[in-house]
């Protein structure tokens, strides 16, 4: 019994940050402390959800913006930890590309995204292809270092005890690499979210970018924080499910800090 | 026969840059491509008549004033929130579930209530640095080695002393890595700022240029942008390279720089 009270407790200890600002929130429009038109009350907020939700409206909408952001961030992932791996391996590719990535990581590709209109079409393919390129750095980067930070004892071992190459790839350099493949997949998840949505805003006809954009020229700002509950709740969910999918797979690192 | 290393870093972005040049003045690319050439003569026409140096004024002025508010809300929330668990447990929930939520969603709400001008980019700029700032400077505290700070204690060091002196140095390469992608973040939420509905700054310099058709005035303004970014994150780098003299030496951290 004690036990289950210190757990509710312990939950509440981290949780109430949540209801609290909620509960400021409408504390502060239902006093009239704040134009209501600005920050429309939770209800108005929770209505707007429920309504978009039960017309399919907001269901459309996010899975566009989800579908996109899933195949430029699994293009990204599946061409880049291949990628990552060649100039780990490989004096040359790793010659001839790693300026391109380590010295292009800090350019802000966004503005490369007007010329992805012209190239892919105004569409989804312009903006696949850009998440596609803003997942791939982070990932790439990542996995590179992280190939590269195995340590050569691991593999020496491996060839040591009479390993073929196709056992030492599989049983040891990819599961020592994991931590670093991970950490680049969990970099680059909220990013293809941030930019799907960001270049839906700039232009399109369809996604919950362009549902807070229209929405937002419409002055309906209920509507606008009821598509940011929805992005935050993909957001988390997703970061949740790569977290789990990592405890999985590097079922033997428990509990560092890293692994959080 | 072998190529230097050095050379061979150069390969890629020579061949395609020639590529590129090549094929533009055979007219085989399309024509919002132009060539290099052309972009960095019409680079010349704007400096010239004084456009460029106004555009990057104002955009410059947006991203440093959005970046260093954002940081420094970021890194004093995360010093605090990596020592005091209550400071800690209010931001965690938050920050977990807004740090997936593209900032920029919020510019339509940040405009209404900081209007049409510099204020409601940096706003928002500094309200999306903030979050990665935050992120990295709490687990940056909170993975400080526990040694250094009991042998502080132990000697006898009060507890201002121990955070100034022994946490915040230690933390410090994680608090620069943490401000260097807040950069990142803030040089996307100005250019979609800008685009968007600004008026001045490098942003409308390109819509400009796309809405005439003037293909080489809209990459001008790209080079401009990609160019601020870079030079931006270089300094922040150098910045970090004075103030950790000595604490990078043989970690794999150099190899990022």
């Known amino acids: 019994m004690g036990g289950l009270l210190r757990q509710v407790g312990r939950h509440i200890e981290r949780w109430y940050s949540i209801p609290l600002?909620?509960?400021?929130?409408q504390a502060a429009v239902s006093s009239g402390l704040v134009e209501s038109r600005l920050l429309p009350g939770l209800g108005r907020v929770a209505a707007a959800l429920i309504r978009d939700t039960g017309n399919g409206v907001l269901p459309y909408h996010t899975a566009v913006t989800l579908t996109r952001a899933a195949l430029g961030f699994a293009l990204a992932a599946l061409a880049g930890v291949p990628f990552a791996a060649a100039m780990a391996r490989s004096a040359l590719i790793r010659n001839l590309f790693e300026p391109i990535f380590f010295f292009g990581y800090p350019v802000p590709k966004i503005a490369l995204f007007p010329v992805f209109t012209y190239v892919f079409g105004i569409g989804s393919p312009s903006k696949i292809a850009f998440a596609f390129l803003e997942c791939l750095y982070p990932i790439v980067v990542t996995a590179y270092l992280g190939f590269r930070a195995i340590p050569v004892r691991l593999v020496w071992s491996a060839e040591n005890m009479g390993a073929p190459h196709r056992i030492i790839i599989g049983r040891v350099i990819v599961p020592a690499a994991m931590p670093g493949i991970f950490s680049g997949l969990r970099i680059a998840l909220p990013i293809a979210i941030i930019v799907i949505v960001l270049t839906e805003m700039i232009g399109d006809s369809r996604g919950l970018g362009y549902y807070i954009a229209i929405s937002g020229t419409r002055f309906e700002f209920a509507n606008v924080y009821a598509a940011i509950l929805v992005i935050g709740a993909c957001g988390f969910v997703l970061d949740r499910g790569l977290l789990r999918l990592r405890r999985a797979v590097l079922h033997w690192e428990h509990d560092t800090e890293g692994a959080r | 026969m072998k190529i230097p290393a050095a050379v061979q870093h150069w390969i890629v972005p020579i061949v395609v840059v020639a590529a590129w040049e090549g094929f533009g003045r055979a007219g085989l690319m399309p024509r919002y491509l132009p060539a290099p050439t052309l972009i960095v003569s019409s680079l010349f026409e704007l400096a010239a008549d004084g456009e460029l140096g106004r555009a990057v004024a104002t955009s410059l002025y947006r991203v440093a004033v959005g970046f260093v508010l954002g940081t420094g809300a970021g890194t004093l929330v995360g010093l605090?929130?990596?020592?005091?668990?209550?400071?800690?447990?209010?931001?965690?929930?938050?920050?977990?579930?807004?740090?997936?939520?593209?900032?920029?969603?919020?510019?339509?709400?940040?405009?209404?209530?900081?209007?049409?001008?510099?204020?409601?980019?940096?706003?928002?700029?500094?309200?999306?640095?903030?979050?990665?700032?935050?992120?990295?400077?709490?687990?940056?505290?909170?993975?400080?080695?526990?040694?250094?700070?009991?042998?502080?204690?132990?000697?006898?060091?009060?507890?201002?002393?121990?955070?100034?002196?022994?946490?915040?140095?230690?933390?410090?390469?994680?608090?620069?890595?943490?401000?260097?992608?807040?950069?990142?973040?803030?040089?996307?939420?100005?250019?979609?700022?800008?685009?968007?509905?600004?008026?001045?700054?490098?942003?409308?310099?390109?819509?400009?240029?796309?809405?005439?058709?003037?293909?080489?005035?809209?990459?001008?303004?790209?080079?401009?942008?990609?160019?601020?970014?870079?030079?931006?994150?270089?300094?922040?780098?150098?910045?970090?390279?004075?103030?950790?003299?000595?604490?990078?030496?043989?970690?794999?951290?150099?190899?990022?720089?």
């Not at chain 2, 922040?236 to 103030?243: K, T």
């Open chain 1, 21 to 25: 600002l909620l509960l400021i929130w």
């Open chain 2, 80 to 257: 605090g929130a990596g020592t005091v668990p209550g400071i800690r447990h209010f931001f965690d929930p938050l920050v977990a579930f807004l740090y997936a939520v593209p900032k920029i969603a919020f510019l339509p709400v940040f405009l209404l209530l900081f209007g049409l001008g510099h204020e409601s980019k940096i706003a928002l700029i500094a309200f999306s640095c903030f979050f990665p700032v935050f992120i990295a400077s709490r687990h940056a505290v909170l993975a400080v080695d526990k040694h250094l700070i009991w042998t502080a204690h132990n000697m006898g060091a009060a507890r201002a002393t121990t955070f100034f002196r022994v946490m915040v140095p230690a933390a410090a390469p994680q608090l620069f890595a943490g401000a260097r992608i807040g950069l990142a973040h803030a040089f996307i939420l100005l250019f979609a700022a800008e685009l968007m509905g600004a008026r001045g700054g490098i942003g409308p310099l390109i819509s400009e240029g796309e809405d005439a058709g003037r293909f080489d005035l809209m990459f001008a303004g790209i080079v401009t942008f990609a160019v601020l970014g870079l030079l931006g994150d270089r300094i922040l780098m150098a910045v970090r390279g004075l103030v950790l003299r000595g604490q990078t030496i043989g970690t794999l951290e150099q190899a990022v720089r």
